[in-house]
């Protein structure tokens, strides 16, 4: 059963720094594509980053560029998000999602982690 | 950067009738690279149609996705009690990849 697992969620005051992790399984994980897409409480859904199969092309949405930084490892099979100088807006859920191809939809995605920016 | 407008908002139906949702798109989606999804409340996404038309594995043939270009429909052909829940469209044509604002499916 393919399966994505996100941890290393919580509470940070602005300015802070989190790194989140996602656990792949269940299928090659360094043959995919892989992104995190964040979701804010009660709102829609935000393509966050996105990494090749190699690690050696990364993409980032405009409002996270320079602040969060997206890396895996393929030998753990495990895909992380390091996010330094957290803002009130980066507030949400995030998730990790495989990916079909460099533009693509995002089939399967994990179940979350909540990160709240608050002091 | 394309934008893309759901619509209505709300859909509020009964069991067992069709649901219609709209996605438009502000610039066309080049090769119909749209794709919808379904989310429950607290779950996560879970892809159901992609290249505009194409269902996903597992997703019942209730779903069917239609349009090309700017303009996008979902259709629910008869609503099951599971089918109530938020729907988003999300274009892969360019980046960055967008998704709509959502439509809820509500129980009338």
């Known amino acids: 059963e393919v399966q994505l697992v996100e941890s290393g969620g919580g509470l940070v005051q602005p300015g802070g720094s989190l790194r989140l992790s996602c656990a792949a399984s269940g299928f090659t994980f360094s043959s995919y594509w892989m992104s995190w897409v964040r979701q804010a409480p009660g709102k829609g859904l935000e393509w966050v980053a996105n990494i090749k199969q190699d690690g050696s092309e990364k993409y980032y949405v405009d409002s996270v560029k320079g602040r969060f930084t997206i890396s895996r490892d393929n030998a753990k099979n495990s895909l992380y998000l390091q996010m330094n100088s957290l803002r009130a807006e980066d507030t949400a859920v995030y998730y990790c999602?495989?990916?079909?191809?460099?533009?693509?939809?995002?089939?399967?995605w994990g179940q979350g982690t909540l990160v709240t920016v608050s002091s | 950067e394309i934008v893309l407008t759901q619509s209505p908002g709300t859909l509020s139906l009964s069991p067992g009738e069709r649901a219609t949702l709209s996605c438009r798109a502000s610039q066309s989606v080049s090769s119909s690279y749209l794709a919808w999804y379904q989310q429950k409340p607290g779950q996560a996404p879970r892809l159901l149609i992609y290249?505009?038309?194409s269902r996903a594995t597992g997703i019942p043939d209730r779903f069917s996705g239609s349009g090309s270009g700017t303009d996008f429909t979902l259709t629910i052909s008869r609503l099951e009690p599971e089918d109530f829940a938020v729907y988003y469209c999300q274009q892969y044509g360019s980046s960055p990849r967008a998704f709509g604002g959502g439509t809820k499916v509500e129980i009338k």
């Open positions: 999602a495989r990916e079909w191809l460099v533009l693509s939809w995002f089939d399967p």
């Open positions: 290249g505009a038309s």
